[in-house]
């Protein structure tokens, strides 16, 4: 079946280093979104990647969409406490159906 | 509204009874997702609506879950004859027409199952 698998599932951080936690499908992705879940809060949307070798940068978040769109990545510069949560990747395997298959989770924490 | 709604905030249910939860979309939105999510991660996508439709409910167990969403009420997630396994944060999340991708997730509803 559908699976995205995210790596690491846990990081520990010290404030200023960076962190990049890395997503992986078992098949080609139609397109791909991360989400962050602050502690005991709700899933935020962050961005959707459609296109093979899609680089986005948001401030000191880039995230990237594998050429053969099966994996993606986020990576944090320079970490800060407000960027503390669980980042989730959630793969879109078919074009229009919007039904996304969320992977585990990597759970980031940094210390001041 | 500007944020999804989901109530109850917390749910308790004796196994094997009724457990039904509730979801108000943003105002305008067109798609309706709902999802599990058990031990703080593993989401499992349940079911998605475009208005008042279903558009994709592969990730239901339809032996005892079902879900609506009627104009102009609440959407509603209902579990017949609640198991322990249930137990979970259940999130609601709305979308756009335009931007279907872009969900907006709700608070959640904690269903504890005893």
């Known amino acids: 079946g559908q699976q995205v698998m995210q790596i690491p599932q846990y990081q520990h951080v010290q404030e200023g280093e960076d962190f990049t936690t890395y997503c992986n499908s078992s098949t080609t992705l139609s397109n791909i979104q991360w989400y962050k879940q602050r502690p005991g809060g709700h899933p935020v949307f962050l961005i959707q990647l459609v296109k093979s070798g899609e680089v986005k940068k948001q401030k000191r978040l880039t995230f990237q969409f594998g050429e053969a769109k099966k994996n993606s990545s986020l990576h944090i510069t320079a970490t800060q406490t407000t960027d503390v949560g669980t980042y989730f990747c959630a793969g879109g395997f078919t074009s229009g159906t919007y039904k996304y298959i969320f992977g585990t989770g990597t759970r980031l924490k940094v210390l001041a | 509204g500007e944020e999804v709604a989901q109530t109850p905030k917390h749910l308790v249910r004796g196994e094997g009874q009724k457990a039904k939860l509730y979801c108000a979309p943003i105002k305008g939105h067109s798609y309706v997702f709902w999802y599990q999510q058990v031990l703080k991660n593993e989401f499992k996508f349940l079911i998605s609506?475009?208005?008042?439709?279903?558009?994709?409910e592969t990730g239901m167990p339809k032996e005892r879950f079902s879900a609506k969403c009627l104009p102009n009420s609440p959407c509603s997630l209902e579990i017949q004859a609640t198991k322990l396994e249930d137990s979970a944060v259940y999130f609601c999340?709305?979308?756009?027409?335009?931007?279907?991708?872009?969900?907006?997730f709700g608070p959640g509803t904690r269903l504890t199952v005893t």
């Open positions: 609506f475009q208005n008042e439709n279903v558009f994709d």
């Open positions: 999340a709305s979308s756009h027409f335009r931007r279907a991708y872009e969900q907006y």
